[in-house]
Nanobody
């Protein structure tokens, strides 16, 4: 069963915008805080943003704060990452993650128990 599927990645110029989408199974989505992580070549996977089940709590990495917005639509079982003012250093594979075992949002990738396959975001200068 595919629990998370990301889409929306692509190639954009610096300063541009992309909106990533993550489709989740209903059961997993309803139970889980959701998060976005990214991994650039040769680097460790890093936290980007997370959101609580009710959308009442969000956290962002300092590097994306003010530029990225995480949101979710529980009726559609979707989570989104709106990325504005993109920079070349944002280039990475972006992963959607769900934390079925989490009571609260987390910035730790080890706290998430299921992941999407990732979508490539490339920002040119």
């Amino acid at each position: 069963q595919v629990q998370l599927v990301e889409s929306g990645g692509g190639l954009v110029q610096a300063g541009g915008s992309l909106r990533l989408s993550c489709a989740a199974s209903r059961r997993a989505f309803k139970m889980s805080p959701m998060g976005w992580f990214r991994q650039a070549p040769g680097k460790e996977r890093e936290f980007v943003a997370t959101i609580s089940r009710s959308s009442s709590i969000t956290y962002y990495a300092n590097s994306v704060k003010g530029r990225f917005t995480i949101s979710r639509d529980n009726a559609e079982n979707m989570v989104y990452l709106q990325m504005n003012s993109l920079k070349p250093e944002d280039t990475a594979v972006y992963y959607c993650a769900g934390g079925r075992l989490l009571a609260d949002p987390s910035s730790r990738y080890s706290d998430y128990d299921y992941w999407g396959q990732g979508t490539q975001v490339t920002v040119s200068s």
